[in-house]
């Protein structure tokens, strides 16, 4: 009997979203939801403690950055990643398909695998379906992703065809070779803003969709009107009763438009990154809080939030540790800025299940300023 399962609460009468829960076995996740990211193993500049206070029910982590640094044998010798980082929730973990994409210029692909250098240190690796499988299978994480190709947006016809076939034969590897009932390995489904390819895709990735299904190959590089047409398309032919997790997208307007259409889990870097740089989200849209005109302002970066960097902390002070480069700065912001998103889908929850969620999305996305 497996030991993944999803059920949905509540569909909201005029749009696409839904209320659920997620059984892992590491805990249930109810959604939508956003996903803080932890590439190497933790969410940057942020301890465990932070993610448990501001109500993180689940992250991702890399397996193409945890494969090349500390390797997937002493993740597994420490007793898995939980046990590695010290987290009990459950953890997603990508298959490094994007990051071979994105960060290796020399790869080559065939039907075997992926061929690439390191981009830390230039030694040359293969990726096979098979070793994708292994690494997460060391790692324990709860939720595994198919070895896939992305592709970048501009890509011909061709070009994302080709993807797409290459995906189908991988994912047919990885669901032969993965056994683990621990985990729940999810299908990738490519095929760039091609409405067809993405069509055929889905159909590829149906037979081997067991407990949720990932739309991957969005966000990089195209128009946000062109994703959610993407994602329009996608909703009524994807499977209803299991969760669906738009890849690598989290800006708050793209996650309560993902929300509108279907989408369940979503995941972004973006959160942490802007933090460092001087950066927080709010309801009014991006505040720059490094800007001179915060210098003597003592009022917390939103009133109403319930984060605990509002709760104590102006936005004259934040400015000062970003200006200064204090590690503290990057930690306090990020930690609002996860809590904004955090916050967004338990909001978009309630609204779903009040059944008011069209009403609050329109609210939000006219007060917000892009």
Known sequence: ?????????KEDSKT???????????GDIETPIFMPVGTQGTVKGLRV?????????????????????????IVKK???????????????????????????????ITDNGVEFRSHLSGEKFLMTPEKCMDIQHALGSDIIMQLDQCTEAGATYEQAAEARRVTKLWLERCFNYHKNEEQMLFPIVQGNVYKDLRAKCVEDCIPFAKCGIAIGGLSVGEEKSIMYEILDHLNPLLPHDMPRYLMG???????????????????????????????????????????SN???????IEDDCDCYT????????????????????????????LRFLLRLAEESRKAILGDYFKEFKDEFLANYKI
């Open 310 to 337: 509002c709760k104590h902390y102006s936005r004259a002070y934040l400015r000062h540790l970003i200006n200064a480069g204090e590690m503290l700065g990057a930690e306090l912001l990020s930690i609002h800025n």
């Open 16 to 26: 696409g979203a839904r209320a659920g829960i997620f059984h892992t076995p590491h």
């Open 49 to 73: 403690e932070d993610l448990h206070d501001m109500n993180a029910q689940i992250i991702l982590s890399n397996t193409y950055h945890l494969f090349l640094r500390p390797g997937e044998d």
């Open 78 to 108: 420490a007793g898995g990643l939980h046990k590695f980082m010290n987290w009990n929730k459950p953890i997603l973990t990508d298959s490094g398909g994007f990051q071979v994409f994105s960060l290796s210029k020399l790869r080559k």
């Open 249 to 291: 997208v989290g800006s708050p307007d793209c996650l309560i438009e993902g929300f509108a259409r279907g989408v369940d889990m979503m995941d972004c870097v973006l959160p942490t990154r802007i933090a460092r740089n001087g950066t927080v989200f709010t309801k009014n849209g991006k505040m720059v809080i490094k800007n």
């Open 1 to 9: 009997m497996s030991k993944f399962s999803y059920e949905i609460i």
């Open 294 to 300: 915060y210098k003597e302002d003592f009022n917390p």
